[in-house]
């Protein structure tokens, strides 16, 4: 069964822009961890670790296999790593008062509070810089939390599996085809409904967010077609960059074999981890 780790695919009514499977494709495989969310909702990698591994145990109690398939590179490394978050409550009234603070003065109190983490955070990455001051007002700074969590062990024996292109073209072609597709389907009435709901997380959705500027008659159709191109090429290359750190993956190559290869290929290297 599949486990989805997208974290955008978790919400309903935007199945275009997120790319759920449809009906045809899932071929009666139960999909879990998709549209499950309103779009109003917040939804972090702590949940989705705990969803996640709820959902596996059901898996496992019935002998099946559960497969975690997707594209957001955080969400698969905690599950799959066993990373621990602080389940701490979040401090309303401090988390005001940081709101009030510019940027520069955010940077200035988490370089005193945990230097260490502040060299990881871009000074202008507010909303990370306020959550590591928030989570230094544990007892512990977010470095010796995430030191921690890194230290336990992983529940989980996996197999990694991933496909690739060995021609950057080829990929860049085939994700200026799928936006072609997303257009004919129907993206622009989705990101209209969606952008309703200004301000709920699912409005940063690449494919919705790029058409907002056409929405709001500051550039036109075509403008937002291309610029949705070259995000969602940039966002393929940043999570190239992360799958290709981990040396525990099985790269398939899929401008070097057909689809039937792909699949024969990943059934024999399942079959064998099995084994």
């Not at 790319?19 to 989705?48: C, M, N, R, W």
């Not at 921690?148 to 496909?163: F, T, V, W």
């Not at 070097?256 to 024969?264: A, P």
Request: net charge negative.
């Amino acid at each position: 069964e599949i486990i989805s780790a997208d974290s955008m695919q978790i919400y309903k009514n935007m199945p275009i822009a997120t790319a759920v499977a449809s009906k045809e494709e899932k071929q009666g495989i139960p999909h879990h961890l998709t549209e499950f969310l309103d779009i109003d909702q917040s939804y972090s990698v702590a949940d989705f670790v705990q969803d996640a591994n709820i959902v596996i145990d059901d898996i496992v109690s019935r002998n099946k296999l559960p497969i975690i398939v997707g594209g957001t590179g955080l969400f698969v490394d905690s599950l799959v790593k066993g990373i621990q978050f602080s389940q701490s409550n979040i401090d309303e009234n401090l988390r005001k008062e940081l709101e009030q603070l510019s940027n520069e003065e955010l940077y200035e109190m988490l370089k005193k509070l945990d230097n260490e983490s502040a060299d990881k955070i871009h000074p202008n990455n507010r909303k990370r810089v306020i959550r590591a001051i928030e989570m230094c007002s544990n007892g512990k700074t977010k470095t010796e939390q995430d030191k921690l969590a890194l230290q336990n062990e992983s529940r989980y024996d996996a197999l990694y599996i991933a496909i690739g292109y060995r021609d950057r073209e080829k990929l860049y072609e085939r994700i200026n085809k799928r936006v072609d597709l997303m257009i004919a389907n129907g993206l622009e009435d989705e990101a209209r409904k969606i952008y309703s709901n200004a301000g709920s997380t699912s409005c940063q959705a690449i494919g919705h967010k790029e058409l907002q500027g056409y929405i709001n008659g500051d550039i036109t159709l075509d403008e937002a077609v291309e610029n949705l191109k070259r995000i969602t090429r940039n966002y393929a290359k940043r999570q190239l960059t992360w799958f290709r750190r981990n040396e525990k993956i099985n790269w398939l190559y899929a401008d070097e074999m057909t689809n039937e290869e792909l699949l024969s290929k990943a059934l024999d290297l399942t079959e064998r981890f099995l084994k």
